[in-house]
T-cell receptor, first 114, second 112 residues
C-alpha cells in the first residue's frame, strides 16, 4: 500500500489564526517531507524529517513549524501566515536516506490565507 | 546544488502519436531520476523512475532514457491517450541527501 493521507483537504484561515496540517503514512517509511506547491509550479521542498529528526530545513519562515511525533505522523503548524502562503501543501514519504528513495505524495491540503 | 531544466513547457500531441519530454541536470552526483504525473488538483504520482546504473527503462507505453555523460534524461510516451493529459515533472536526486529537485513541468495535452 503506497498511501499517504493528509488532513484537512481544504483550509481557509485568517492571518491571525493558528492551524495545523496533518500527514500520516503506514508504509514503515522513515523519511517524511513537506512541500509547498503554487499554481503551475513544481513542488518546493520545505522540510525533511529522517528517522523522526529534522534533517533539512529549506530556510522556511518561522511561521511554519514542523513536528514529527512519531515515524508515521508529520504535522505542520501554521501561525500568522500571509496571503502569499496560499498554496497546495504536499506531504511525502520514502523508505529513508540511501534506501530506494522513491517519494510517495499525499493528496495535499489546499490552503487559502485571507 | 542541483538544477533541473525541463522542455518543452507545453506539448500538444494528436491521440495515438508519441510524446517526448526532456530534462537536463547539473549535478553529476545525482543518481536517481523519477518522473511524476500530476492531474489538475491532484497529487504528483510516480509513473516511472530510473537509476544511474541503467540506461533505459520501459513500462508498457512509458519509457525513460538516461544519458549520464550528457546529464540528460527523457520521458517517452507512445500511443498517447486522452487520459495522458496532465502536467509531467522530472526530478533528480542523489541517494542519501534526501533532496529531490524538480524540473519546471510540462503540460501535455492529448488532442482527440
Amino acid at each position: 500500500d503506497t498511501e499517504v493521507t493528509q488532513t484537512p483537504k481544504h483550509l481557509v484561515m485568517g492571518m491571525t489564526n493558528k492551524k495545523s496540517l496533518k500527514c500520516e503514512q503506514h508504509m514503515g517509511h522513515r523519511a517524511m517531507y513537506w512541500y509547498k506547491q503554487k499554481a503551475k509550479k513544481p513542488p518546493e521542498l520545505m522540510f525533511v524529517y529522517s528517522y523522526e529528526k529534522l534533517s533539512i530545513n529549506e530556510s522556511v519562515p518561522s511561521r511554519f513549524s514542523p513536528e514529527c511525533p512519531n515515524s508515521s505522523l508529520l504535522n505542520l503548524h501554521l501561525h500568522a501566515l500571509q496571503p502569499e502562503d496560499s498554496a497546495l501543501y504536499l506531504c511525502a514519504s520514502s523508505q529513508g536516506p540511501g534506501l530506494l528513495d522513491t517519494q510517495y505524495f499525499g493528496p495535499g491540503t489546499r490552503l487559502t490565507v485571507l | 546544488g542541483e538544477n533541473v531544466e525541463q522542455h518543452p513547457s507545453t506539448l500538444s500531441v494528436q491521440e495515438g502519436d508519441s510524446a517526448v519530454i526532456k530534462c537536463t541536470y547539473s549535478d553529476s552526483a545525482s543518481n536517481y531520476f523519477p518522473w511524476y504525473k500530476q492531474e489538475l488538483g491532484k497529487r504528483p504520482q510516480l509513473i516511472i523512475d530510473i537509476r544511474s546504473n541503467v540506461g533505459e527503462k520501459k513500462d508498457q507505453r512509458i519509457a525513460v532514457t538516461l544519458n549520464k555523460t550528457a546529464k540528460h534524461f527523457s520521458l517517452h510516451i507512445t500511443e498517447t491517450q486522452p487520459e495522458d493529459s496532465a502536467v509531467y515533472f522530472c526530478a533528480a536526486m542523489n541517494f542519501g541527501n534526501e533532496k529531490l529537485t524538480f524540473g519546471t513541468g510540462t503540460r501535455l495535452t492529448i488532442i482527440p
